[in-house]
């Protein structure tokens, strides 16, 4: 069974970095691709990043520059550097596995959600 373990939140003033980790287990061989999204207060959740195995990442307006989405696939972890952190950036931050492969080569899509973790900025 898929699953996602998120880390790294906490609490950080404007202009401040955290880096978030995204641990994905059960059978897995490498991560197909990987989004990060987030959803603030009062908000609907949004977009974030986004990585593909070969290296394509994309961002949302918001973060471009900011923030850089990762793949270590030895480790099946994905992480999101973010930089220069602003108050509107604060939410909760969740990973979403789109599709990977197994220790048996089988490729498979899904829409996997970890539990979520933390961000505040404070101005």
């Known amino acids: 069974q898929v699953q996602l373990v998120e880390s790294g939140g906490g609490l950080v003033q404007a202009g401040g970095s955290l880096r978030l980790s995204c641990a994905a287990s059960?059978?897995?061989?490498?991560?197909?691709?990987m989004t990060w999204h987030r959803q603030a207060p009062g908000k609907q959740r949004e977009l974030v990043a986004t990585?593909?195995?070969?290296?394509?990442?994309d961002y949302a307006d918001s973060v471009r520059g900011r923030f850089t989405i990762s793949n270590d696939n030895a480790k099946n972890t994905v992480s999101l550097q973010m930089n220069s952190l602003k108050p509107e950036d604060t939410g909760i931050y969740y990973c979403?596995?789109?599709?990977?492969?197994?220790?048996?080569?089988?490729?498979?899509?899904?829409?996997?959600w970890g539990q979520g973790t933390q961000v505040t900025v404070s101005s």
């Open positions: 990585i593909v195995s070969g290296g394509f990442t």
């Open positions: 059960g059978n897995i061989l490498d991560i197909g691709s």
């Open positions: 979403n596995l789109l599709n990977y492969r197994d220790t048996s080569g089988t490729s498979y899509s899904g829409d996997f």
